[in-house]
C-alpha cells in the first residue's frame, strides 16, 4: 500500500467529527490504556500480576508517523497529495461529501503538530494506568488527535498483548528452570519464534517477533532483526539479538526417505550434512515412536560421537510435531492406584481390543504390554464390571513419552536439585499449537517425572500469538480534556449499561511510579500533567526518544 494517502488510514466515522466537534475547539487530550485483563486473566498464566508491557510506539511513529506521512503526504504537492485522498473518499461517500479543506491547511502546515508522551518501552504497566497521551500543538488541528486513533491503536494493540504473553512465558521457563537446575542458564533460548507462517502479512510477523525477542534469543523469523535494525537501533552486526539451528522439514524428510530410506536419511543429516553444532529434526513424518525406540538406538554412537562446534556444541534435537503435546512429551502415568482395579481383572481386558479411544485417556501396564484406557468422563474411572471401558495396546515409547525414552537410550546426568538432566547430545524441542498454558502443563509434567525442565525448547508461534484481540489487554485510546476558545474542559466516559471496565479516566492526566507500581493520577493542572513518568518521544513531526533494543529488553527484565 505504498503511495496510498496516509489520512486513509482511520475508520470512516473520523471524517465526520470535526464537524461534529464544538466551534473553538483548540485542543483534545487523550490517552492509551490497557483498561481491563478479564480475558487475559481467564487463560490462568501463572505469575501474571496483573502488568502489559510497552512496546511497539517507536515503531509506529518511525515508520507511519515521520516516514509514511512525510513520504506520501508531506513531499508530495498538495495538489496531488490532497487529490489521493479526495479520489478514495469521493469514491467511497459521494463527490465533494467531505471537505478537503483541513487536509489542505495541515499540508501547508507540512508536519504533524502531534505530542505524543509514552511509559518507557519495556516498562510493565498495571492495569487501566496510561502507558501513552497524544494532544495537539496547533490550536487549528484538535481534529488529528483523534483522527489518529484507529491507526494508532491497530499498530500497536497487537505486539504490546505479544511482548506480554511471552514475558511471562519467559518468566515461567525462569522459574521452572531455578527449581529444577538453579538457574535460569539456557532459558534465554527455550522459546523460540515459530510464527512467521501463521501471521497476518509480513508486517504482522515482524513486529511481533520483534515483540516476542525482548523475552527470547530464539526465532526462525529472519525479518525481525533487520526490523529491530531498523526502529529500534540496533546493528545486528555487532550486537545480538536472535539466533536459530539448522532444522529439516517434512519436504525433506519424505525426500530422504523416498531416496535412502528413512533411517539412513537421519545417519546423513546428523553425520554428512551437519556433522557438528546443534541440528533438529523433524520426526513424525511418519512413525514417531519408531523413530524413538528403534531408529535413536540405531544412532546412538553416530549421535554421542558428533564433535563439538566452535561454541561447544553438539547436539541433535529431536522435533515431534503433531498428537497431544503434553502426551507426547511427558507420555502417561503408568500402573497407578486409580486403576488397581483394572489390574487385577486383566483376564477382562481383551473383550476391549480394538474398540474406539476418547480424547480422555491414561494407560495400565499388564505385563510388558500397554494399554490405552479410554474414559467416558474425564477422569472418572470405571470398574471393570462397566462395559464402556476402552483398550487400546501403544508401544512402550507412547506411554513413556519423549522426554523417559530419550533418558532410557541416550542417559545423561542427576543434578544436585536431584533432577535428570539428558545428556548434552540430545535434545527435544515442540513447536505446534503451544500456548501459554499448554507450555506450563509439559514444564509441571517435567518437574513431576523428575527433569530439568531445560531439556526441552518449546516453538511459540501463531497459534499464542493471533489467539488474541484488542480486548484480551482492553487496549482502548479515549479523550480525557478538551480547550474551546481557551477554556479547559475535563471529559470522561461513564456509560451506566456497562460494567465499569469502559469508564475512562478524567481531565489532564500524570503517572507516576510508586512502590514498584505505575499510578495514574486524574484531573491534574497543566504544570501536574509535565510531570511523571510519560515523557514526550514525538512532538510536531520528530522523534525525541530513539531508544535501542538492547535498552528496552534488559529494561523489560532488570526493572
Known sequence: MQGTSPAVFTDSYKLSHKGFMEPGTEVIYSNA??????????????????????????????????????????????????????????????????????????HDLGYLPIRLKSLPE???????????????????????????ETIWSCETWKPMTTATICYYIRKALNEAAIKTTGSIEGTQFQMHGFEFRGMSGRQDAMVNAAAMLLSTNGTDTIPALPFVEEFYNVDITKEFIATSVPATEHMVACGGSAVRGELESYRKWITEDYPTGIVSLVSDTYDYWKVLSEYLPA?????????????????????????????????????TEEFSSFIAAADWIEDYFGSGIEDDSEVVKVGDKYYLVALEVDYTYYSPEISNVEFKEISKAEALGSIRVLWEVFGGTVNELGYKVLDSHIGLIYGDSITP???????????????ATTSIVFGVGSYTMNYNTRDSLGIAVKATYQEVNGVGYELFKAPKT????????????????????????????????????????????????????????????NN
Open 498 to 557: 456497562d460494567s465499569g471496565m469502559k469508564n475512562s479516566a478524567k481531565g489532564l492526566l500524570r503517572v507516576e511510579f510508586e512502590d514498584g507500581n505505575f499510578v495514574l493520577y486524574e484531573q491534574q493542572t497543566k504544570e501536574q500533567e509535565e510531570q511523571g513518568c510519560l515523557k514526550t518521544v514525538f512532538e510536531d513531526g520528530k522523534l525525541l526518544v530513539d531508544e535501542s533494543f538492547d535498552t528496552i529488553r534488559n529494561r523489560l527484565w
Open 33 to 106: 490504556t490497557a483498561r481491563s485483563d478479564k480475558h487475559f486473566v481467564a487463560r490462568n498464566l501463572k505469575g501474571y500480576d496483573g502488568k502489559a508491557v510497552v512496546f511497539g510506539l517507536q515503531y509506529f511513529i518511525k515508520d507511519f508517523l515521520i516516514d509514511y506521512w512525510n513520504i506520501n503526504f508531506f513531499s508530495q504537492p498538495k495538489e496531488k497529495a490532497v487529490g489521493k485522498f479526495k479520489r478514495t473518499i469521493d469514491a467511497y461517500l459521494g463527490p465533494a461529501a467531505v471537505s478537503m479543506q483541513h487536509l489542505e491547511q495541515l
Open 122 to 148: 519495556g516498562s510493565r504497566v498495571n492495569m487501566r494506568v496510561p502507558y501513552s497521551t497524544i494532544q495537539n500543538t496547533h490550536k487549528d488541528f484538535a481534529w488529528l488527535t483523534n483522527y489518529l
Open 299 to 335: 544412532l546412538k554412537q553416530d549421535i554421542m560421537n558428533r564433535p563439538v562446534n566452535a561454541l561447544g556444541l553438539s547436539k541433535v534435537v529431536i522435533r515431534p510435531d503433531s498428537g497431544d503435546p503434553y502426551r507426547v512429551i511427558c507420555g502417561y502415568d503408568i500402573g
Open 437 to 451: 498454558e499448554l507450555l506450563q502443563k509439559i514444564l509441571d509434567g517435567l518437574i513431576r517425572l523428575g527433569f
